[in-house]
């Protein structure tokens, strides 16, 4: 390849280019304020985790006290709960588990 | 700080030291900005690439694992950019109208070009991967081996692509009158 294009490969190097003064001063400004996105994203994250725990924390509680206080109740007889939200409401329980 | 390795960078700032992030930026802006600018032809255009570059590491420098070095890994984020922006500006499509009919339209009046004009010019009439591959191993001197790693193609891929793209550059120069 050198032997080939060995001339032109002197010249391509040559294309070499470098960054425009204050590129990084411009660059830092901006990671400035992605951080504090980043910190308000990660405080709304943890936010809804929490609340999502908070809501299966109460829904474990729920279904507690329904099964000691008023008979042998389970998912199934949950009355005003449809099948579909059943399986959404497992799926908040597992994930705030998992979460914790 | 200067001195510091990547990894030991990237600790710091994954722990909160934002600022230590401007050490990897002077350490890879100009490399950064120097392939961009030969893809895009365009300083400006380049600038907000390499700028949006570095922002993009940053939010994901928490998936930076370690398999790669570090400047191949920005360098990825850097080529993608590129490609993304030159697809949206069509200028692809522009380029594959047909050599001959570009290299006419290209060289046109000024017959005076000196040779670094001319190769610009010419770099504009390869295709997006072929100014990729140029820019990385023959610009900015990136092994094979991260060329292949940055493109996602193999090593034999990345030499047989230079090799073809080397050759079609010698032939549009010729067309533009640069004859050494």
């Keep these: 390849m050198k032997s080939e294009f060995g001339e032109l490969e002197q010249k391509l190097k040559a294309l070499n280019k470098t960054a425009p003064k204050d590129f990084t001063e411009g660059v830092i400004q901006q990671i400035e304020s992605v951080s504090k996105e980043m910190k308000a994203e990660s405080l709304i994250r943890v936010t809804i985790r929490g609340l999502a725990v908070a809501v299966a924390a109460c829904l474990v509680m729920l279904l507690g006290y329904s099964y000691v206080f008023e008979g042998n109740i389970d998912l199934d007889t949950l009355s005003g709960l449809s099948v579909e939200l059943k399986v959404d409401l497992l799926d908040i329980i597992d994930y705030g588990t998992y979460e914790n | ?180």
């Design chain 2, 1 to 180: 700080m200067k001195e510091l390795q990547d990894d030991e960078i990237i600790s710091k700032i994954l722990g909160g030291d934002s600022r230590a992030f401007s050490v990897i930026v002077d350490r890879y802006k100009d490399t950064i900005y120097s392939i961009i600018v030969n893809m895009t032809a365009d300083s400006n255009m380049a600038e907000e690439i390499a700028q949006e570059t570095f922002i993009r590491l940053y939010r994901f420098l928490d998936k930076y694992k370690g398999q790669s070095s570090l400047k191949t890994f920005v360098t990825r984020i850097a080529i993608n950019l590129s490609l993304n922006a030159l697809k949206k500006r069509k200028i692809k499509r522009q380029r594959n109208i047909g050599i001959e009919d570009m290299v006419h339209d290209v060289a046109g009046p000024q017959t005076n070009l000196d040779d670094q004009m001319l190769i610009q010019r010419a770099m504009k009439l390869l295709d997006d991967e072929q100014r990729s591959i140029v820019s990385m191993r023959m610009i900015e001197g990136y092994s094979t081996k991260e060329t292949a790693i940055i493109l996602g193609i193999k090593e034999g891929t990345v030499m047989s692509r230079l090799s073809r793209t080397m050759k079609k550059l010698k032939e549009i120069l010729k067309e533009l009158g640069y004859e050494k």
